[in-house]
């Protein structure tokens, strides 16, 4: 039995729950008992209630991975090591915890910008911080030139 192609409400909940609970849909995707990527985007395209449900999924997963951001960097297993007798500092360990929590970190600011993004405030000032002031020329022309004739 090859893999699933036609839409089904079993399959949006099994993929919306499973991104919801923070699994990546190429990750879904893999699964021989689940749609190709290209036809979940297809369903995505054309049905409006699975676009929706698959967008909230996806921010819940950010939310999961802003959860998982807490429990790496307050994890200290790993840190230290007893080595010879002597403990010492596992660089490597603290290392690889900041580039997890840091992944997290990104891919939350990009699934659910609104939330996790950078917040960018732009102000437009005029001259010495003042307000801006604009200026508007106007210029009347007679039909039959400056004179009138």
Request: hydrophobic share 35%; aromatic share 8%; with cysteine.
């Amino acid at each position: 039995m090859g893999r699933p192609s036609d839409y089904s409400p079993e399959l949006d909940r099994k993929i919306c729950d499973r991104i919801a609970a923070g699994e990546s849909l190429s990750k879904i995707c893999r699964d021989e008992n689940m749609p190709h990527r290209d036809t979940v985007y297809s369903w995505k395209a054309t049905n409006q209630a699975f676009s929706d449900r698959y967008a909230r999924a996806v921010e819940d997963r950010a939310e999961v991975l802003a959860e998982e951001i807490l429990e790496i960097a307050d994890e200290k297993t790993g840190d230290y090591e007893l080595k010879n007798g002597v403990m010492s500092f596992n660089a490597e360990n603290v290392q690889r915890s900041k580039l997890r929590v840091d992944a997290r970190k990104w891919s939350a600011s990009k699934l659910y910008p609104k939330k996790f993004g950078d917040k960018v405030q732009s102000e437009v000032t005029g001259a010495e911080g003042g307000p801006v002031q604009f200026a508007v020329k106007v210029t009347l022309v007679r039909p039959n030139g400056p004179t009138g004739v």
